[in-house]
């Protein structure tokens, strides 16, 4: 595909838009191409947020005989997150009342849209926020991950997004996803080459080329690049198995202690990296290493999966929690808790079974989009 902007003809669907429409949030998006207005930013997730939307959206031609198992774990995280602040997922049509019955109705909301597979983080855009109560969606044209998979329908969800929220629409050029990219909302990201420098996505673009764009998007002014690794996943390497910002200045890194994996030097290499950068007011970073469990036949739920993606990096914060994956080696479940408690205080820590959705390559933070609060 094209790094020019797909045009989109049609929105896939209308949604019923009780939640969003009660906020006042469903006015047509106010489209900026290539100029972005001054001032947009993307926010630290870690502030107060307005909801969380998910994708009911798993489906054999993709998923095989473990779509149903995806959707159920995809439920279970929604009917988590509801019980801290609202919820909105997304479904097609057919499947409405199946996500219903799986999700509940207890603070979640169901828009109806058509879809791909379930991972919203990557093709619905990046939420921005500016001075003045504003809220912006940066579309960065989804390809599949440089064409690995279908993204007809997913690719059209961004601007489908703002449309709902009443976001304004904001135009990229560049190819990429919402899991590529890693921001303390005060000007610092944290960024893979691997996904970003890579042909499949940005043909032509240097990296001074992408991170200049990124900057002018989302209001950055510094970025750290980690080499990641090209090719061993989908995503070829998004940072948000690598690398996540607790605030400005602090930081968890994954640190894979299983030397027969490919991540084993290359977390290493990440951290050295981590260990002698600078945010965009010239502090040091504080690490904190988060180590996956090692698998194997003594893990409570790896043992018939050794290509579990295990990361428990991949959390998200919420309002008032932190949705974190549990993999049932209580080691290593302990310590993600411990860590996170620690890092995190006066938040829950809520540990979800998740192990349908990590046998896809994905975990919490994949399949998640959270929608900042302003005004």
């Known amino acids: 595909m094209s790094t020019r902007r797909h045009f989109i003809t049609q929105l896939a669907a209308t949604a019923g838009l009780g939640g969003l429409a009660a906020l006042g949030l469903t006015g047509l998006p106010v489209r900026s191409r290539a100029a972005a207005p001054a001032g947009w930013q993307m926010p630290d997730e870690h502030g107060p947020q307005e909801r969380v939307f998910l994708a009911f959206a798993a489906q054999p031609r993709v998923w095989g005989a473990q779509a149903d198992a995806v959707n159920s774990a995809v439920a279970r995280l929604a009917r988590t997150i509801a019980r801290h602040q609202p919820v909105s997922v997304l479904c097609r049509p057919a499947q409405r009342r199946q996500a219903q019955e799986r999700c509940g109705n207890d603070n979640i909301e169901f828009l109806d849209v058509a879809l791909d597979d379930i991972w919203v983080r990557d093709y619905g855009g990046c939420f921005v926020t500016d ?11 989804f390809n599949g991950w440089g064409g690995k998979q279908s993204a007809r329908n997913d690719g059209a969800i961004a601007p489908w997004l703002a449309q709902m929220t009443g976001a304004t629409l904001l135009e990229s050029d560049l190819v990429g996803e919402g899991g590529g990219i890693e921001v303390d909302g005060h000007g610092t990201a944290i960024l893979t080459e691997s996904c970003w420098v890579n042909r499949n996505r940005n043909p032509g673009w240097s990296r001074a080329d992408i991170e200049a764009e990124l900057k ?39 640190l894979d ?25 010239g502090r040091r970073l504080q690490l904190h290493t988060l180590p996956p469990p090692l698998g194997g036949r003594d893990n409570v739920h790896t043992r018939d999966n050794d290509d579990l993606a295990r990361g428990y990096i991949n959390y998200l914060p919420i309002n008032g929690a932190v949705i974190a994956p549990q993999f049932g080696d209580a080691k290593a479940d302990g310590y993600c808790r411990e860590l996170l408690e620690d890092l995190y205080p006066g938040r829950t820590i809520e540990q979800v079974d998740i192990d349908a959705i990590a046998g896809g390559g994905g975990g919490i933070h994949c399949v998640t989009k959270n929608m900042p609060k302003v005004g």
């Open 131 to 141: 001075d003045n109560g504003g809220l912006g969606l940066v579309d960065f044209n």
């Open 216 to 254: 002018h998007h989302l209001g950055l002014r510094k970025v750290i690049w980690l080499p990641g690794i090209a090719g061993e996943d989908i995503t070829d390497a998004h940072v948000d198995f690598y690398a996540r910002f607790v605030r400005p200045g602090v930081v968890i890194a994954n």
């Open 257 to 281: 202690n299983d030397p027969k994996s490919y991540d084993y030097d290359l977390t290493r290499e990440h951290l050295q990296i981590l260990r002698e950068a600078t945010d965009a007011d």
